[in-house]
């Protein structure tokens, strides 16, 4: 099985699949307090590229590695950065994730189950397949 780029073995794309069986679901994540300081220190894991912003459970808001100003100071909110991200739901479909990635030209989808945030989808490097997280069934 191939890699991708997150480093664990990937989930190929098999539309039958469902969401929730292929989101990581326990995304690396930051209080919505966060600093911008606190997004360079969880993006130097050269495999995080999306940090995820929470209120306890409820999601406030991602930031992509690459919108991350080099001249901002590490005193500043991270939440001003932030955008509401590209989400979809853990009920619903592989197929229709991934229309959603390639409509949009992304490869992360955050997973909400209400106002909560219950993974994050991850698109190989290849796009071939999903980046499987620790607790992945498949």
Partial sequence: MATG???NPAIPIQHELLVRDVMVSRPKTLPAG???GDLRRLFSNAHVMTAL???GDSFVGAVD??????????HSSARDLATS???IGPEASMASAVARLEARGTDRLVVLDGPNLVGLVCLTKDRDGFCRGSSSPL
Avoid: E
Wanted: aromatic residues 0%; proline residues 9%.
């Fill in 34 to 36: 966060a600093t911008v």
């Fill in 5 to 7: 780029a997150c480093g």
């Fill in 85 to 87: 991200g590209d989400v």
């Fill in 65 to 74: 590695r690459r919108s991350v100003p080099d001249d901002s100071p590490d």
């Fill in 53 to 55: 912003l929470v209120d």
